[in-house]
């Protein structure tokens, strides 16, 4: 289990999340309501879902919740472009939220590739060990004093 907070992928995804819901708080009354709600849920579900994978008992578990939040990274991008193309964005707002969101995608990738190689490098350490103790005990002279 991890604190979250100190996971940069999180920090980043947490702050882009804050900056769309203040930048698409006028989508509503331009007509777009349903747009806002995809962006700022999907944008929302990238920190989310890292903080929630953070309390997974396993690494492996953690990681299948990082590959979520990579999913919800390229909602998030498909919603910055939908929202350019309607001209809500100008294409340099939309470049800037979407290289964030495609540099938090590749952070959580990174990281999820890791905790992965991390878990595979305790499974194989693990066998060893068990075996290295079966040793140990058969070694060891069995019954009491005679």
Not at 42 to 60: N, Q
């Amino acid at each position: 289990m991890q604190d979250f907070r100190h996971i940069k992928a999180w920090q980043r995804a947490h702050a882009l999340a804050v900056a769309l819901h203040k930048r698409a708080r006028n989508f509503s009354g331009l007509g777009f309501s349903r747009l806002r709600a995809q962006l700022t849920g999907s944008a929302d579900s990238i920190g989310d879902t890292i903080m929630e994978g953070a309390g997974a008992a396993t690494a492996k578990e953690f990681a299948r919740f990082l590959d979520m939040s990579i999913k919800s990274a390229n909602e998030t991008e498909g919603h910055l472009l939908k929202a350019r193309d309607l001209d809500l964005f100008s294409p340099e707002e939309c470049q800037a939220f979407t290289a964030e969101a495609i540099e938090i995608r590749k952070m959580t990738f990174s990281y999820r590739r890791t905790m992965l190689a991390n878990d595979k490098k305790a499974s194989e350490k693990k066998p060893k060990e068990e075996r290295e103790r079966g040793r140990n005990q058969q070694s060891q002279p069995e019954g009491g004093d005679d």
